[in-house]
């Protein structure tokens, strides 16, 4: 909302901006988080240009209005080119872009968000190929850098654990390895483990994780970070589960004995396994070691978003501010540790 205030003298580039409707001093009045479009034609008209994905910026980062980080202020100028806002009682600067996959982007905002729509309404997902062409980007590496950034938005370091039950498993991504020793030896293959809320005959939440081995430290720590205590644990016979009785699991080994078995005594993850792997098949066509963690970390963002892909779109921007942002460093040096 804007306001003109004759204390105040707005610099080039300026305008004053109050976040709130008008209240007595020191209040600060709710406002509700901006909505999402429903259509494709909305959201062009929606988010036309600059102005408006600022706009919509700000609304998402203050819900409650405006407030500086410093001082409390309620109200702030808005430096337009460089997406900041400037405290009109202190006079800091705040970008609405901190902490957010956008901080410091040299890319339009019209761009990002046509990607995160793309990334969250488009069902079998992009690769960075067809986002370039899809946005017209010039260089394959920015699309690649976007895809990248946007997926590690996708994980809320304080999202809650999966809780009530679960099924948990383990998998070579790409594929059998043939002639390993019980079949988890890992050689050249990643291996991933997953776990999956089991909701009557449906499944809930999924959490995927790149483990180094299968042992039983690699897989009760994933299901120690992942899974809340007290949840029931149905897994297989394999031993790397044992130790979950004694973590403060009620843990349900199911003897399969043929191999063959597996899909009918844990049913939800070897169908989330299935799914995983024809999506990095069809849209990814394979991915490398280095990169996996952050391709299950978009799986997992989807599949639990699969009921409300749209309204994904304003969690994925929202997401990045609760995260430091990525470097180029950081996504071109990542590694696969388990």
Same mark, same amino acid.
């Given at each position: 909302?804007?306001?003109?205030?004759?204390?105040?003298?707005?610099?080039?580039g300026?305008?004053?901006?109050?976040?709130?409707?008008?209240?007595?001093?020191g209040?600060?009045?709710?406002?509700?988080?901006?909505?999402?479009?429903?259509?494709?034609?909305?959201?062009?008209?929606?988010?036309?240009?600059?102005?408006?994905?600022?706009?919509?910026?700000?609304?998402?980062?203050?819900?409650?209005?405006?407030?500086?980080?410093?001082?409390?202020?309620?109200?702030a100028?808005?430096?337009?080119?460089?997406?900041?806002?400037?405290?009109?009682?202190?006079?800091?600067?705040?970008s609405?872009?901190?902490?957010?996959?956008?901080?410091?982007?040299?890319?339009?905002?019209?761009?990002?968000?046509?990607?995160?729509?793309? #990334?969250? $309404?488009?069902?079998?997902?992009?690769?960075?190929?067809q986002?370039?062409r /899809?946005?017209?980007?010039?260089? @394959?590496?920015?699309?690649?850098?976007?895809? /990248?950034?946007?997926?590690?938005?996708?994980?809320?370091?304080?999202?809650?654990?999966?809780?009530?039950?679960?099924?948990?498993?383990?998998?070579? #991504?790409?594929?059998?390895?043939?002639?390993?020793r019980?079949?988890?030896?890992?050689?050249?293959?990643?291996?991933?483990?997953?776990?999956?809320? #089991?909701?009557?005959?449906?499944?809930?939440?999924?959490?995927?994780?790149?483990?180094?081995?299968?042992?039983?430290?690699?897989?009760?720590?994933?299901?120690?970070?992942?899974?809340?205590?007290?949840?029931?644990?149905?897994?297989?016979?394999?031993?790397?589960?044992?130790?979950?009785?004694?973590?403060?699991?009620?843990?349900?080994?199911?003897?399969?004995?043929?191999?063959?078995?597996?899909?009918?005594?844990?049913?939800?993850?070897?169908?989330?396994?299935?799914?995983?792997? $024809?999506?990095?098949?069809?849209?990814?066509?394979?991915?490398?070691? /280095?990169?996996?963690?952050? @391709?299950?970390?978009?799986?997992?963002?989807?599949?639990?978003?699969?009921?409300?892909?749209?309204?994904?779109?304003?969690?994925?921007?929202?997401?990045?501010?609760?995260?430091?942002?990525?470097? @180029?460093?950081?996504?071109?040096?990542?590694?696969? $540790?388990?």
């Amino acid at each position: 909302m804007s306001s003109h205030n004759p204390d105040v003298r707005p610099e080039m580039g300026e305008m004053l901006i109050r976040l709130t409707p008008h209240a007595p001093t020191g209040s600060v009045v709710p406002m509700p988080r901006p909505d999402f479009p429903r259509t494709l034609r909305e959201f062009q008209r929606r988010f036309a240009d600059e102005k408006a994905c600022r706009g919509y910026l700000a609304a998402s980062r203050w819900p409650d209005g405006y407030q500086c980080p410093r001082c409390g202020g309620g109200e702030a100028l808005e430096l337009t080119t460089r997406l900041l806002w400037r405290c009109k009682r202190c006079r800091r600067d705040t970008s609405v872009t901190a902490g957010t996959v956008l901080h410091r982007t040299h890319t339009p905002l019209t761009q990002w968000f046509w990607a995160a729509y793309l #990334v969250t $309404t488009h069902t079998p997902g992009l690769s960075a190929l067809q986002l370039q062409r /899809q946005l017209g980007i010039r260089r @394959y590496e920015t699309a690649w850098a976007m895809l /990248q950034k946007l997926r590690r938005a996708m994980v809320r370091p304080d999202r809650a654990r999966l809780h009530d039950k679960v099924e948990a498993d383990e998998s070579y #991504v790409g594929g059998p390895e043939a002639g390993l020793r019980g079949g988890r030896e890992l050689r050249d293959k990643a291996l991933v483990v997953a776990a999956v809320e #089991v909701r009557g005959l449906a499944s809930g939440r999924v959490r995927l994780q790149v483990v180094p081995d299968a042992s039983g430290r690699s897989l009760t720590g994933f299901i120690q970070a992942n899974v809340e205590p007290g949840t029931i644990v149905i897994t297989d016979g394999w031993q790397g589960y044992a130790s979950l009785s004694g973590l403060g699991y009620r843990h349900r080994p199911r003897i399969q004995g043929d191999p063959a078995r597996a899909a009918k005594v844990l049913p939800r993850v070897h169908r989330v396994f299935g799914n995983l792997k $024809t999506w990095l098949r069809g849209t990814h066509h394979g991915v490398g070691h /280095q990169h996996l963690q952050a @391709y299950l970390d978009e799986f997992t963002f989807r599949f639990n978003r699969r009921r409300t892909p749209m309204a994904a779109f304003q969690t994925l921007l929202g997401l990045g501010a609760q995260r430091a942002p990525t470097t @180029y460093r950081q996504l071109y040096d990542v590694e696969s $540790t388990g």
